[in-house]
């Protein structure tokens, strides 16, 4: 069986729209090879907003599509639009496939949700969370699974999905969206080693995109200069924090957007009623193991 090296497949022939709104190659970010370097047959994925892991995952199964004879991609998202707009990314990859090498890409279906490709019998479907049920009447070779975390039925979709066969990758990537729930105990679970799935978070402070001109210059606070220690951050990153707080408007919603750490991430998601703070003061700092578990009998 051939082994594909997806990066150099994906950075040789896609190409992809840049947030300045020019195509230019697909050429893959930290945040983007550092999941394709630990690619695996599980993954669950927490991240900040705009990190680029949708758009390395449908570009991982837009090869599969070209390539693997056979191949059945499934991507579910969390809502219509989204779903159009993932599906869009991939027939985008298609095109740029085909102006880069001058080859045709024969398709037996091209509709809104689904692609057959005529040459090697590779399907790539698309459908929304809730529309109906995926998977049970094919075995798929990909799902992903984007934005899980805000489908109004996590546990029956994953369910019904993932045991379509033997996948040979279920990708599962999404911002927090509260404390509790089908995906906090998936990820906690993978994030501690509990489960086949590896666990990954990438904070804003990974993405090198994130940050002032070096000609910008603030004099730090306290809170700024703890952060700074922590998490081993320039002063042109915590500008560009700064400056993007400014224009969400406040420090919560900058939290909720853009997290720099997990427990973060689920905190400051899902309208909290408790002070943000506090809550990761109380996680972080006292929260302590129980001296004993166990359950209740009569």
């Known amino acids: 069986m051939t082994i594909i090296d997806y990066q150099a497949f994906i950075e040789d022939h896609f190409a992809i729209v840049d947030k300045n709104e020019k ?14 370097d630990s690619w695996a047959t599980r993954h669950v994925i927490l991240k900040a907003r705009q990190e680029g892991s949708s758009s390395l995952i449908l570009a991982v199964c837009t090869v599969d599509f070209l390539l693997s004879a056979n191949s059945k991609s499934v991507c579910i998202a969390h809502d219509k639009d ?7 990314r991939v027939k985008f990859y298609i095109r740029s496939f085909e102006e880069k090498t001058g080859q045709k890409v024969p398709l037996e279906y091209n509709t809104r949700s689904e692609l057959v490709n005529d040459l090697n019998g590779a399907t790539f479907y698309v459908g929304t969370a809730g529309s109906q049920s995926f998977g049970r009447s094919a075995t798929l070779t990909n799902i992903h699974f984007s934005e899980f975390a805000f489908y109004k039925n996590p546990a029956e979709i994953f369910l019904s999905a993932s045991q379509a066969g033997t996948p040979k990758h279920i990708i599962i990537e999404t911002t927090a969206n509260g404390v509790g729930g089908f995906f906090y105990k998936m990820w906690n679970d993978a994030y501690s080693q509990k489960s086949n799935f590896r666990a990954h978070f990438f904070g804003w402070n990974e993405n090198p995109e994130y940050s002032a001109p070096k000609n910008v210059s603030i004099d730090l606070t306290t809170d700024e200069r703890n952060m700074q220690t922590r998490f081993n951050l320039t002063n042109q990153q ?16 900058f939290r909720q957007e853009y997290p720099i750490t997990p427990e973060e991430a689920f905190i400051s998601s899902g309208n909290p009623v408790f002070n943000v703070d506090a809550l990761t003061f109380i996680k972080t700092k006292m929260c302590r193991p129980p001296l004993k578990t166990g359950s209740l009998v009569g």
Do not use: H
């Open 238 to 253: 915590l500008a560009w924090r700064r400056m993007k707080i400014t224009e969400l408007g406040s420090e919560i919603t």
């Open 82 to 88: 989204s779903t159009i707009k993932l599906f869009d």
């Open 23 to 36: 195509v230019v190659p697909f050429l893959l970010n930290p945040v983007q090879k550092q999941i394709i």
